[in-house]
């Protein structure tokens, strides 16, 4: 029991970590309305500028990790302007096969920058474990975790509570009435996209903090992506609650499934649920039921 209890804890931890990537697939596709399948390599660049500035420049780490959150918000705003603000009105299938190429271009541009090799990511959040009777909680992950609800209940309140945040609402609800009552569709995708930005840079601070960096990273976004149709796309709250589902489900099935099939099903987990959401129930647990399926 023990033991099932420790696999619980360190999937909920790492869940909750996913949920945070997944607000960054949620912010962008609440103005913007843009599945970005690209959000791994933006947490990817991010944490190459953190890697850039601190370790590369030895600039300090309360001085280095803040330059590279503002470079990430400028690198959503000139995707948000040169690549995606012309495609609006476009069909679905153009804005997916944007959001591809955007990986591909984005990955190539990390290994002719920075190279395709490994390289130790700087220690942003301490290591090492905390003992709480019998179970060991992960520093690094556990304060991820408490970061992911502390912003979640941020993020929520904004959109909830602020002009700004009231704006994007209803640009998510329908672009041509949001330019009816007067709001700029404009505005509301870039800030969408500078915040999107900006929310994987600190992905990859809290995921990568003490670990090794390298472009495979990004592999993570595609792990947060079922989180995020899970919770539902334009559910703030719903990114943490099935992040909880998605990493117990993961740390359940490398536990007891992965000796049995070759260390295939952890992997395999969040990919099978996102189908299971995509063919039961497309908005997600918490989405809104007027959702585009692409």
């Known amino acids: 029991m023990i033991e099932l209890a420790q696999t619980t804890i360190g999937g909920a931890l790492t869940g909750l970590v996913y949920g945070l990537v997944a607000l960054s697939f949620i912010v962008i596709y609440r103005a913007a309305r843009i599945v970005n399948l690209a959000q791994g390599e933006l947490i990817v660049l991010g944490g190459f500028m953190v890697w850039t500035l ?49 990986l591909i271009l984005l990955r190539g541009l990390e290994q002719a920058i920075w ?66 009552m007067g709001i700029s569709v404009k505005r509301a995708t870039t800030i969408a996209w500078v915040l999107g930005s900006v929310l994987a840079c600190l992905a990859s601070a809290v995921l990568l903090s003490g670990r090794l960096l390298s472009v495979a990273a990004a592999d993570i976004g595609f ?12 559910s703030v709250r719903g990114a943490p609650l099935a992040g909880l589902l998605v990493g117990i489900g993961e740390a ?27 063919l039961i129930r497309p908005q997600g647990l918490f989405g809104w039921r007027r959702i585009e399926r692409i």
């Open 223 to 234: 792990v947060a992506l079922p989180v995020a149709l899970l919770g539902g796309l334009e």
């Open 54 to 102: 601190t370790s590369m420049l030895n600039l300090p780490l309360w001085l280095g990790v803040p330059l590279a959150l503002i470079a990430s918000g400028l690198c959503g705003l000139i995707l948000e302007r040169g690549l995606f603000r012309p495609l609006v009105g476009q069909p679905s299938f153009t804005i997916v096969m944007a959001t591809i190429a955007l």
């Open 115 to 180: 190279g395709a090799e490994t390289r130790p990511y700087p220690e942003v959040l301490p290591r090492g474990a905390w003992h709480i009777g019998p179970f060991l909680l992960n520093r690094t992950l556990l304060i991820g975790a408490g970061f992911t609800l502390a912003l979640t209940e941020g993020l929520n309140w904004w959109f909830l509570r602020t002009r700004a945040g009231l704006c994007l609402a209803a640009v998510a609800e329908d672009h041509f009435t949001a330019l009816s």
């Open 252 to 278: 359940l099935a490398s536990a007891y499934l992965d000796p049995v099939t070759n260390g295939a099903a952890s992997r395999l987990f969040p990919f099978a649920l996102m189908i299971l959401v995509l």
